[in-house]
């Protein structure tokens, strides 16, 4: 199974092709914008509490056999956060002092 590479930031629906240098994700690939994350979200996933890391790049050439993006190609599913942003706030308030990983 690979990753899954999400068209979109959760938070303000910014186009995140596969490419994008400034994807970020969390270990349940919840994706994000790097202004997002920093700036909106600092460093909590809003689903799950985690921090983030920079999105690996799926090669776009087939440099061994059967695996580059157009083999295992990118979710077009849309996704969108389902918490308010005072129900974020807090959330942040909660975890967003402790490193990731102690959370
Ligand atoms: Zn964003
Ligand atoms: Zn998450």
């Known amino acids: 199974m690979a ?3 999400r068209p ?7 186009d995140l092709p596969p490419q994008a240098m400034e994807a970020r994700i969390c270990s349940y690939e919840c994706t994000f914008c790097a202004d997002c994350v920093e700036t909106k979200l600092h460093n909590v996933c809003p689903n799950c509490g985690g921090g983030f890391v920079p999105r690996p790049i799926r090669p776009s050439r ?6 580059c993006v157009t083999k295992q190609t990118p979710s077009d599913k849309r ?8 129900d974020i706030a807090a959330h942040i308030a ?9 959370r």
């Open 94 to 102: 909660r975890v967003g002092s402790i490193p990731p990983e102690q």
């Open 8 to 14: 979109n930031c959760e938070y303000c629906d910014k």
């Open 62 to 67: 087939e440099w061994r056999s059967g695996v």
């Open 3 to 5: 990753l899954q590479l």
């Open 79 to 86: 996704v969108h956060l389902k918490y308010e942003a005072s």
